[in-house]
């Protein structure tokens, strides 16, 4: 962040730590950037702070990381995302990871979402967020007059309908996030 590093090219005659070497090395190249490349393994962004390297080269889905480190991206040298595949012997031993993997991406789309609501009002929300087959309903303690509801919501769609929540007379609104759904 601190490092006056505005292109690729001023990494020329620098160190740059990676986790991928030989591909950092080619791509370097092509990039007509001559810079001496270190196999490193571990965590790669405080080698900056340390002073064991001028840059990194590293594999990251979100700049996170990044800004608690004070680095900032120069360039992207390859786009690219996860493949999961497997033989079709193994099937069966792939199937409770593939299971989860399923949910954690299903999870990604949507939200919990507790509410409290008038009772005569649990029609209106099943239209609105039919949840995943309809709302979970329960009783308040000591309360005749409203109920409470869970629904799974797409993400998406929350923000947008708060306001017809409102309208049903729903209070105590929580929407949290989750981590697996497995319709």
């Known amino acids: 962040e601190d490092a006056e590093y505005s292109s690729l090219a001023d990494l020329t005659g620098k160190t740059v730590a990676t986790h991928l070497p030989a591909w950092t090395q080619r791509w370097l190249d092509s990039e007509g950037v001559d810079a001496h490349v270190v196999n490193m393994g571990g ?55 593939t299971l989860r993997l399923e949910a954690a991406i299903a999870a990604r789309a949507t939200q919990y979402v507790m509410l409290h609501l ?33 629904i799974v919501v797409k993400r998406a769609n929350l923000w947008s309908k708060l306001g017809e929540l409102r309208a049903m007379g729903a209070t105590g609104i929580v929407a949290l996030p989750t981590d697996a759904i497995l319709p």
């Open 43 to 97: 965590s790669l962004e405080g080698v900056c702070a340390v002073g064991l390297a001028d840059a990194i080269v590293d594999l990251r889905e979100t700049g996170g990381s990044l800004v608690r480190n004070h680095l900032r991206v120069l360039a992207e040298g390859q786009a690219c995302q996860a493949t999961f595949a497997w033989a079709s012997a193994a099937s069966d031993e792939i199937a409770p990871l």
């Open 118 to 150: 008038p009772e005569e009002r649990v029609a209106d929300l099943s239209s609105v967020f039919p949840g995943l087959a309809a709302p979970t309903v329960l009783p308040l303690a000591g309360r005749e007059d409203i109920v409470a509801a869970h």
